[in-house]
């Protein structure tokens, strides 16, 4: 049931709003072993001219960047999954957007079960009570 909140630096593109979305789904079932059927993704742009970085907006690079958060419930990943899918999603990215500057971020939060959940019951519930 991960959630998955990305910005993307740019004036928004509902056609590559939706490639990202089926990207994520996709690279999140695949390496973290999720259920796509469960998977929340929503997409944000922001515009390069208000994405800083070194206090210099991105509009002044041409390049692109983004922030990709993905919520999971805790334990559920290895470090070895984790650090395969931050590399999968940088690739992916470069890909997708192009000119990717540096400073783009991959943030995987493993969130307690009992603190997380969906539909209004946690995760650590759903386990105890499947």
Avoid: C
Wanted: proline share 5%.
């Amino acid at each position: 049931m991960p959630y998955l909140h990305i910005q993307l630096s740019g004036e928004p593109d509902d056609t590559l709003a939706a490639r990202v979305a089926e990207h994520a789904t996709d690279l999140t079932a695949r390496l973290l072993g999720k259920d796509p059927a469960l998977t929340a993704v929503v997409v944000d742009f922001i515009p390069a001219r208000r994405w800083f970085i070194a206090k210099a907006p991105l509009s002044s690079s041409g390049e692109r960047s983004y922030h990709w958060l993905v919520t999971i419930t805790d334990e559920t990943n290895t470090k070895a999954e984790k650090a395969a899918y931050l590399a999968a999603v940088h690739e992916t990215m470069g890909r997708l957007l192009g000119g990717l500057a540096d400073h783009s971020y991959v943030q995987v939060a493993d969130v307690r079960a009992a603190a997380y959940g969906y539909g209004g019951v946690t995760q650590e519930r759903r386990y105890q009570r499947p």
